[in-house]
Nanobody
Framework: QVQLVESGGGLVQPGGSLRLPCAAS????????MGWFRQAPGKQRELVAV???????NYADSVKGRFTISRDNTKNTVYLQMNSLKPEDTAVYYC?????????????WGQGTQVTVSS
């Protein structure tokens, strides 16, 4: 069984920063891509950033230059560093990973962590 657990969400003022870690645990052989999605009230879930096993990254246009995704393969953890936060970044942020769990690759989601940007 594999789990993804996010943390680090909270309330922050516009212009502030937050760092979201997401740790994968359980029956893991290897992890392919890891990423962060977000879903604001009344909107569809959208991709924020993704990082491959080799470290290549891709970002949504709305967060380029403000957010940085990274990963620590020794800890099976992906991070999202969010700087210069805006009220429109308010959403539930979900971690996602493609993981080989001894039965083959499967797509996993975390439970989500709330990020609220407000003064």
């Amino acid at each position: 069984q594999v789990q993804l657990v996010e943390s680090g969400g909270g309330l922050v003022q516009p212009g502030g920063s937050l760092r979201l870690p997401c740790a994968a645990s359980g029956s893991i052989v290897s992890i392919n891509a890891m990423g962060w999605f977000r879903q604001a009230p009344g909107k569809q879930r959208e991709l924020v950033a993704v990082i491959t096993s080799s470290g290549s990254t891709n970002y949504a246009d709305s967060v380029k230059g403000r957010f940085t995704i990274s990963r620590d393969n020794t800890k099976n953890t992906v991070y999202l560093q969010m700087n210069s936060l805006k009220p429109e970044d308010t959403a539930v942020y979900y971690c996602n990973a493609v993981i080989n769990n001894y039965r083959g690759y499967a797509n996993y989601w975390g439970q989500g962590t709330q990020v609220t940007v407000s003064s």
